[in-house]
């Protein structure tokens, strides 16, 4: 069964400095999303992105995040200037509609000295 | 906002004991899910309900849906120790709202 990949599983960043995270959905899949969760809590809604654009945006989704896909599979996610309240563990997903269940990546466990 | 919110936040249950665990949310939504979260793991899709359904059954699973109370619960029934995980509701409207999850554990 195809799966939403994730890449890398865990990255380690000195304040400050940028990162980007990386999503290879399901080839078929036309709607994508980032979510957060910082350790022991839920999971949190950053952006959707569908036709090249962002679709949804959350208020912790702010000046220092963007996402792109830049070659029609991978879908990334970048921060610019990493705080040490970004640790967390990055979720991508996708679907084929909205109204169908999300496939979910592994994560990206992002620690932030 | 539509987070989903569940309780309880915890359950510790026998193996082939029934588990439920409920979900409440804020306004309106196409349509509600619930995931399964292992340790350090992605979320897994278990079921989905539409606004319009009352009930859904997937399995060992069952999903009642209440939209004039916003309120919607999973019963997990003969549960096994490989149940044991986090289980989300997630309020689907124009984003996507995770509750804060259930761990239920399940004591061979």
């Known amino acids: 069964e195809p799966e939403v990949t994730q890449t890398p599983s865990h990255q380690v960043t000195q304040m400050g400095q940028e990162v980007i995270l990386r999503c290879v959905p399901i080839s078929n899949h036309l709607y994508f999303y980032w979510y957060r969760q910082i350790l022991g809590q839920k999971v949190e809604f950053l952006v959707s992105f569908y036709n090249n654009e962002i679709s949804e945006k959350s208020e912790i989704f702010d000046d220092q995040f963007s996402v792109e896909r830049p070659d029609g599979s991978n879908f990334t996610l970048k921060i610019r200037s990493t705080k040490l309240e970004d640790s967390a563990m990055y979720f991508c997903?996708?679907?084929?509609?909205?109204?169908?269940?999300?496939?979910f990546g592994d994560g990206t466990r992002l620690s932030i000295l | 906002s539509q987070q989903g919110e569940e309780d309880p936040q915890a359950l510790s249950i026998q193996e082939g004991e029934n588990a439920t665990m409920n979900c409440s949310y804020k306004?309106?939504?196409?349509?509600l899910q619930w995931y399964r979260q292992n340790s350090g793991r992605g979320l897994v899709h278990l079921i989905l309900i539409r606004s319009n359904e009352r009930e859904k059954h997937s399995g060992r699973l069952r999903v009642t849906l209440d939209t004039s109370k916003k309120s919607s619960s999973l019963l997990i029934t003969a549960s096994r120790a490989a149940d044991t995980a986090s289980y989300f509701c997630?309020?689907?409207?124009?984003?996507?709202?995770f509750g804060t999850g259930t761990s239920l554990t399940v004591i061979p």
């Open positions: 997903a996708s679907h084929v509609e909205t109204d169908q269940p999300q496939h």
């Open positions: 997630a309020a689907t409207g124009n984003q996507f709202y």
């Open positions: 306004t309106s939504i196409n349509n």
